[in-house]
């Protein structure tokens, strides 16, 4: 791959963003075969299959790598593959490793469960590919910590898989609380309805053969096999993940991120209620944040607020002059007792994208960092993480942001980091 954008490229790719066509993969002439990014997906269950449709329909990327620990998985993502590029000459791999051993790989996608995350990218950055990976960032918050510092030393690329990030909508909040109009902001409110399913019983049994369960099971605690916490709904079991509150944290706090970087977080305190049935995340959750100069509230219920009640995952900024509502797609702003979408004189200020996905390759060929980068990716991810520790403590948690450890509690510090399963610990953590 030729990782130079020619300025005649650069100029025509400039021109389709003014004319607001950012959003879409660029579907023109292909690519010539030396400047085409060489990707394979590690993780091909439904989250995984996004990531091949969207990078296949890319005209400077060529989908080369299909892997999974499930037979099954793989072979129904190179089947789609073949939908889309006929010609394909995609190899699977069943084993990770194996993908990063390719030198003829540049970058590589991670849909995995949330406790390989970590491991892969490490490996990933340390064989010379560029990442994007799925959110959460990490299963813990010490694995963000190893992250960044591999991917530091080795100068890789890596995008988190925000995809909202993307969209106009969040450029355009991010603007607008950047430009003051709505006052000092001192408190904002995230908040995601929803409850984990109900997973009555665990149905534990042999792996099926197209399964490599102890791969799947990886750095985890060693566990037999039952199909109710494998492939989606692993995600509703704490050895593998956070529920939905770690399923959506990402997505929403994004914007106050973005729109603010809150910093000097000093205290953290979640309540919450174990899911019914086997599943043992939160069936809801409440967190109180607080940074250095802002009060950050997470509910399980919209709050009491101006527009909650009609969006199941929002975020309410309230500042001294007006407030901000706003979810995925949409916003309102109330001012002075006037409510609107927009304040035209507030100029556009943030470049747009070209698409997640895209502005990941334009990355990888510019050498610079993307929108979702490693290093603000694990700020944002990092509070979601201490709380689930004090959600399953039941203690408030006091925080030294600098030292990145609990000041109170030295059991929420062995918390940081679980310990990985010694044969499946690959990076020497």
Request: net charge neutral.
């Amino acid at each position: 791959m030729n990782l130079h954008m020619n300025r005649r490229k650069f100029v025509k790719y400039s021109a389709l963003t003014t004319l607001g066509l950012q959003f879409l993969p660029f579907q023109g002439v292909k690519a010539a075969a030396s400047d085409r990014v060489r990707v394979a997906h590690i993780g091909l269950g439904g989250m995984g299959l996004n990531h091949l449709n969207w990078f296949a329909n890319l005209s400077d990327v060529e989908v080369v790598g299909i892997c999974d620990v499930d037979q099954e998985h793989a072979e129904i993502a190179l089947s789609k593959l073949k939908e889309i590029h006929p010609e394909t000459k995609a190899k699977i791999y069943s084993d990770f490793r194996k993908v990063l051993e390719n030198k003829e790989i540049d970058a590589v996608t991670i849909a995995t469960p949330d406790h390989w995350h970590a491991q892969i990218a490490i490996l990933a950055f340390q064989a010379g590919k560029d990442v994007y990976s799925e959110k959460p960032l990490s299963y813990s918050q010490r694995e963000g910590k190893l992250m960044l510092q591999s991917q530091q030393e080795t100068g890789r690329i890596f995008q988190l898989g925000t995809q909202i990030h993307a969209g106009d909508n969040y450029h355009r909040v991010a603007e607008i609380i950047q430009s003051g109009v709505l006052g000092k902001i001192k408190t904002v409110r995230l908040w995601k309805t929803g409850e984990p399913p109900l997973i009555e019983k665990l149905s534990y049994q042999t792996p099926p053969s197209h399964l490599d369960w102890d791969m799947w099971l990886g750095p985890a605690p060693l566990s037999d096999y039952a199909p109710e916490k494998c492939h989606f709904s692993y995600r509703y079991f704490l050895e593998y993940s956070g529920g939905v509150f770690q399923d959506f944290w990402c997505h929403i706090a994004d914007i106050v991120w973005w729109s603010m970087n809150p910093s000097g977080l000093k205290k953290i305190s979640a309540v919450g209620e174990e899911s019914d049935g086997v599943g043992d995340t939160p069936k809801w959750i409440d967190v109180d944040f607080k940074f250095k100069r802002l009060n950050l509230h997470w509910t399980s219920v919209p709050p009491n607020v101006p527009g909650a009640a009609d969006r199941h995952i929002g975020a309410y900024f309230e500042g001294s002059k007006g407030t901000l509502i706003c979810d995925y797609s949409s916003r309102e702003i109330r001012i002075d007792g006037k409510v609107m979408e927009d304040i035209p004189e507030i100029p556009k200020s943030i470049a747009r994208s070209p698409g997640h996905q895209q502005n990941f390759i334009d990355a990888i060929k510019s050498r610079t960092q993307p929108e979702s980068y490693l290093e603000y990716a694990r700020k944002m991810t990092m509070p979601m993480h201490l709380a689930l520790i004090s959600y399953k403590l039941k203690v408030e948690l006091k925080w030294d942001s600098k030292k990145e450890l609990f000041k109170n509690s030295e059991e929420a510090n062995q918390l940081l980091f679980r310990p990985y399963r010694e044969k499946w610990n690959l990076i020497g953590a």
